[in-house]
């Protein structure tokens, strides 16, 4: 019996540690991401479900300036353009929780929303769910 009751509760913690641990960022995504614009529209133009006001906003250089960090813990993302250079930006990372993932596919949790991010071949892209559309980003050389 006391054997037995030792086993459940090594089993009971070692459960809950296993389901206390965070996913982390699948390889694939670890690194700097530039947003994509020629892409990213090229995917927006193939949608249905974007305003004409919303098409013209995002065709004025939305898309391009946006870059995004992925640590295998953690994220973070800003703005790069002689327009963002005087605008004070957070800089800090912050911790996702990975809801799903695999070799080619991640699924973050954020404050405000879920997302599933994809690899496709050198880029990676982020579904617009609400337009429908694909949002592509390149990988950025570090050494440059």
């Known amino acids: 019996m006391r054997g037995t009751t030792v086993f459940l ?3 009971f913690a070692l459960l809950s540690l296993a389901c206390t641990e965070r996913q982390q960022i699948p390889s694939a995504f670890v690194g700097t991401w530039q947003s994509d614009e020629s892409l990213t529209l090229a995917s927006m133009s193939k949608s249905q479900d974007v305003s004409q006001s919303d098409r013209e906003m995002f065709s004025r250089d ?3 300036d946006r870059v995004m ?3 295998i813990d953690r994220a973070r993302s800003y703005f790069v353009g002689d327009e963002w250079e005087d ?3 957070d800089m800090s990372w912050h911790r996702y929780d990975v809801v799903a993932s695999g070799p ?3 699924t973050l949790r954020a404050p405000l929303e879920v997302a599933t991010w994809r690899v496709e071949g050198e880029y990676i892209y982020v579904e617009l769910s609400k337009w429908n559309f694909r949002e592509y980003w390149r990988p950025v050389d570090e050494s440059e």
């Open 69 to 71: 960090e992925f640590q």
């Open 62 to 64: 939305f898309f391009g």
């Open 104 to 106: 080619d596919f991640m």
């Open 9 to 11: 509760i090594v089993s």
């Open 87 to 89: 605008v004070e930006q």
